[in-house]
């Protein structure tokens, strides 16, 4: 028995153990092997790609101070050209003389960035000039450059009027100054321009000369658009340069538009306004340290997997040696027990179990023996007794088979399912009436041992089995041995037979038949309609995202792409509103025909909702593929239709994701379709774009900003400025309207547009709108009592049941007079006529705090809204008041509202005054109030205290405001 143990447990340990550990450090030897090299690969394809990423970003650079050196000299040839229109000027050319009066040319020339401006007659004499000079210095100057041949570059206006000017840019060492006091270094912009009276005879000229010294300001002012160090050339000459750039690169390149690395920088050069050249340059030190980055990630990520690989063949031998051990175990404990059955049975214990007699090895051998030896003491032992209980057993069985036969019989016949039975050798013993029923069988057709197969002639609804069977029949294909088997069966009726297949203990099997026609038809129909659009009967959102998981699984296995296109009807609502829904819903219908057309049997269309569409590409599909679809897609959609009368056309925007390796996410897969959507509708509409990663950069950017959001709220870093509000009639401050600044430490101001919608969609603005009420208060108890203040509330805030409490509390600690504090609500908010909402507004009036409407009239049901809540002040949208003065309709829709508001008592305050005209025309339609930068841009509230400290003194706040535009004016 020793043996036995050593060779069955100790063995197969030790040589379990060492085979799995030699096969381990194989294959791991030949993964770290291979992994080696591909990192090698994967490092340089990303030392490239750095390097091309810097390219762009050079050549993003030199474009952009192309532009802005372009713009500067469109901007003189636009001056030029205007002083070219004034007829004063053109009357001047007349003279024929030197008139040695500069004040007409000195006068025209401020404001404008020109620097020297010279008057001809039609004679080619100078009879003009922005400064006192010598007129035979001038000519002789103007004597280096032919006017017409030299200034080879044309410049028009790009309205049609105004005189064309020719201009060309020359250095100092070629071209000087016109007139005494001009800059003398860098390079000048030389322009000349015919003067044409209204005759259209040409009266004489104008020339005119703009230095750009390219000195260190200039530069650094290149460098701060672009970001790079700059170097600008002339003819082969360098003109200017950063100082940090490199000295190598103050050399003409000789190759443009190609990026050539330094010995400490990168450059890149393109040409600029002709004939400059534009250099940007880098240190090489940025590239350096990527590329360095890539290789040390690449490196770390090799260790880390090696280490990881030895720890878990360590571990995986461990396991592997205690499992041998405990397995061998598990074979030697059942020959004790063998041992100890043996003994048993010696004794007379005939009852004892004897284990392992199905084991094929040495132990199964020798527990078999034991149970035969066991097997015939017993029966010796228990012959005569069992002769006697079984005599006994057979007559009260007899008995009871009696009574059961008579029970089954009547249950049998009276069951819902068919039933029949068949014994060891595949014969019938037991059948019902239902069966007969199911099967259409004729009476007395079917007979207890008749086969299976027999059976089937007497089915005439189920022949077709027997014929598809070839053969074999159903029964005998799915004859069961020992395990339960379910099917089911469409008879020639149509009829739904669900048939079980259940083993019997003794041998034999039990067949049941269950007609669920009906159950499988509503199984079918809810399975359809929960995969499919009522409307369009194409696959939904489910049904795809199936699709999308096995195309997944498909692609991968494939090393293969394919590509989902998400497509969405544009202007549908425009439709749908104007035709109506009806309409609507038969060009969705239409719309999802053309593409069920279109698209090939590979190619899934789904219907996510609304008019929002999906395709779901072939596999394998490339991006041509996807790029080809997607312009057939958007073909044969802007085909015109005729629905209901009417001829409709419809385009739509399309965005594409392509699946690959390293977008494997499913749902990260459609939310960037649904971007390269959104990308394409910002891009026009009737288009089609690709997802790209930057799509992606734009959303971080965004939860960037939440985040900074949450910060800046809980940092107190928001600030609150405030805007003045005046009465018309008299000039002086009626209140101030508090608003929200943010100034970023990133990014700058942050516009109100930007973040205050993410505030409300993160819930934050309630936070905020508090701190808002409660800062402004805090600071408006010090002011005039005649002074009101005016702070906005956001939707979110008026359906908070905590509006109230805060108003109170505010109002409590910092004892402003409620009649002092205005609440301003957009009438959106009271749209849905929100009993809650009405109320909350009702008890604020009643604490005496007002309540106004701001936007008015941008709403859908402006007029139903003052019905419905009685208003303190309406404040008239900026929208109409702004182009009052250009558009004769909003000049009458703000008239028509003040009347309105005069009418039912309320007052009335006009936001987006930005003119006297403006103020003026509102005074005479009887407006109450404005607001507006005319009046005061917001402003903190230091400055806010400034202008109620100075109309006490008796200076109104529009005479201040214009003192102050005045000032800066000069002051520029």
């Not at 699709?547 to 989902?564: P, S, T, V």
């Not at 996807?626 to 209901?644: D, N, T, Y």
């Not at 309540?851 to 402006?862: A, C, K, L, Q, R």
Request: proline content about 4%; hydrophobic content about 40%; aromatic content about 8%.
């Amino acid at each position: 028995m020793r043996r036995v143990r050593h060779s069955i447990s100790l063995k197969l340990a030790i040589i379990s153990v060492v085979a799995i550990a030699l096969s381990y450090f194989a294959l791991t030897f030949l993964v770290v092997i291979q992994w080696e090299r591909t990192l090698q690969l994967q490092s340089e394809q990303l030392s490239q790609i750095a390097v091309n990423q810097f390219s762009t970003t050079l050549e993003r650079d030199v474009a952009l101070i192309r532009h802005r050196i372009q713009s500067q000299l469109s901007e003189t040839a636009a001056s030029l050209s205007a002083i070219g229109e004034r007829g004063d000027i053109v009357k001047a050319a007349e003279t024929r003389v030197w008139a040695g009066d500069v004040n007409i040319l000195s006068l025209v020339q401020e404001g404008t960035p020109l620097d020297a401006i010279i008057l001809l007659n039609y004679r080619g004499q100078i009879v003009g000039a922005s400064k006192r000079a010598d007129p035979g210095l001038i000519q002789k100057q103007l004597l280096k450059v032919h006017l017409k041949q030299s200034l080879s570059t044309v410049w028009t206006p790009s309205t049609g009027t105004g005189p064309a000017v020719r201009y060309t840019l020359l250095p100092a060492t070629q071209f000087g100054p016109l007139l005494p006091g001009e800059p003398d270094a860098g390079v000048s912009q030389v322009l000349y321009s015919s003067l044409i009276d209204p005759g259209t005879q040409w009266r004489g000229a104008l020339v005119a000369q703009r230095w750009f010294p390219f000195n260190s300001g200039v530069i650094d002012e290149y460098s701060k658009i672009s970001g790079a160090e700059i170097a600008i050339f002339y003819q082969e000459k360098l003109v200017g340069a950063s100082p940090n750039a490199p000295v190598e690169a103050l050399q003409m390149p000789e190759n443009l538009r190609k990026l050539k690395i330094l010995n400490t920088a990168f450059e890149f050069c393109d040409n600029g306004p002709s004939p400059l050249v534009i250099c940007a340059f880098k240190p090489l030190e940025v590239l350096l340290d990527a590329q360095e980055r890539l290789r040390n990630v690449g490196e770390e990520t090799s260790s880390q997997t090696f280490e990881r690989l030895i720890v878990l063949g360590f571990t995986a031998c461990l396991i592997i040696f205690i499992v041998a051990l405990f397995v061998s175990r598990k074979m030697s404990q059942p020959l004790q027990r063998i041992a100890d059955a043996l003994s048993d049975v010696a004794g007379g214990n005939f009852d004892v179990r004897v284990e392992g007699t199905r084991r094929m090895d040495e132990v199964g051998e020798i527990a078999r023996a034991v149970k035969v030896l066991q097997a015939s003491a017993r029966e010796r032992d228990s012959l005569r007794l069992n002769i006697q209980r079984k005599n006994k057993e057979l007559r009260k069985q007899e008995q009871q088979l009696v009574k059961q036969n008579t029970l089954f019989d009547a249950a049998l016949n009276n069951m819902s399912h068919g039933l029949c039975m068949f014994d060891t050798q595949k014969r019938l013993i037991v059948f019902n009436q239902r069966f007969d029923d199911i099967f259409a069988c004729e009476q007395g057709e079917g007979k207890i041992g008749m086969t299976w197969d027999e059976m089937v002639q007497c089915m005439p609804l189920a022949q077709e089995f027997l014929e598809e069977a070839d053969e074999n029949s159903v029964a005998q294909q799915h004859w069961p041995s020992s395990v339960r088997s379910t099917f089911t069966l469409t008879l020639q009726s149509e009829q739904v037979i669900l048939m079980t297949l259940e083993p019997q203990d003794g041998g034999g099997w039990v067949a049941i038949f269950e007609d669920i026609t009906d159950r499988q038809r509503i199984s079918d129909h809810l399975s359809y309609l929960a995969t499919h659009d009522a409307l369009t009967k194409l696959p939904n959102r489910l049904l795809m995202n199936e699709r999308l998981q096995e195309m997944k699984q498909a692609a991968l296995e494939q090393d293969e792409h394919f590509g989902i296109l998400w497509l969405d009807l544009d202007e549908f609502k425009t439709i749908n509103d104007s035709l109506g829904h009806a309409v609507g819903d038969k060009l969705l219908c239409h719309v999802a025909k053309i593409l069920r057309e279109k698209v090939s049997n590979k190619e899934m269309v789904a219907r996510l909702g609304g008019d929002e569409f999906a395709i779901l590409s072939k596999l394998p599909a490339s991006r041509e593929d996807l790029e080809q679809l997607a312009k057939e897609v958007l073909k044969v959609i802007a085909s015109p239709c005729f629905l209901e009368g009417h001829e409709i056309v419809v385009a739509a925007s399309v965005g594409i994701a392509t699946f690959s390796k390293e977008y494997q996410n499913v749902d990260e897969l459609i939310r960037f379709a649904d971007l390269a959507l959104y990308q394409a509708k910002n891009d026009g509409r009737n288009t089609f774009r690709f997802f790209e990663d930057d799509m992606a950069a734009k959303i971080k950017q965004r939860q960037t900003l939440i985040t900074d959001l949450y910060k800046a709220t809980a940092n107190r870093e928001l600030e609150v400025y405030f805007q003045p509000q005046v009465i018309l009639a008299t000039g002086e401050i009626s209140g101030f309207e508090a608003l929200l600044r943010w100034n970023h430490p990133r990014y700058g101001f942050i516009s109100p547009f930007e973040f205050i919608p993410l505030a409300e969609e993160t819930g934050l603005i309630l936070e905020i709108g508090a701190w808002v009420l409660d800062e402004a208060c805090s600071l408006a108890v010090g002011w005039p009592k005649r002074v009101n203040l005016a702070v906005n509330l956001s939707p979110r805030q008026i359906y908070c049941e905590q509006l109230l409490p805060v108003v109170d509390d505010v109002l409590a600690r910092t004892g402003l007079d409620p009649g002092r504090l205005e609440l301003e609500v957009t009438e959106t908010v009271l749209l849905a006529d929100h009993l809650r909402v009405r109320q909350t507004l009702a008890k604020l009036q009643q604490i005496g705090v007002k309540i106004s409407m701001d936007d008015f009239g941008t709403g859908y049901s402006s007029l139903s809204t003052l019905r419905r809540f009685p208003f303190d002040r309406i404040k008239v949208d900026r929208s109409f008041v702004m182009s009052m003065t250009e558009d004769d309709d909003s000049r009458f829709i703000v008239n028509s509202v003040i009347d309105l508001a005069n009418s039912l008592g309320i007052t009335t305050t006009a936001e987006g005054v930005e003119s006297k005209e403006i103020a003026e025309q509102l005074t005479a339609m009887g407006c109450s109030e404005a607001q507006g930068y005319y009046f005061g841009k917001p402003a903190p509230p230091n400055q806010a205290l400034f202008w109620m400290l100075e109309e006490a003194r008796g200076v109104t706040l529009e005479a201040q405001v214009n003192n102050s535009k005045l000032t800066k004016k000069a002051a520029g």
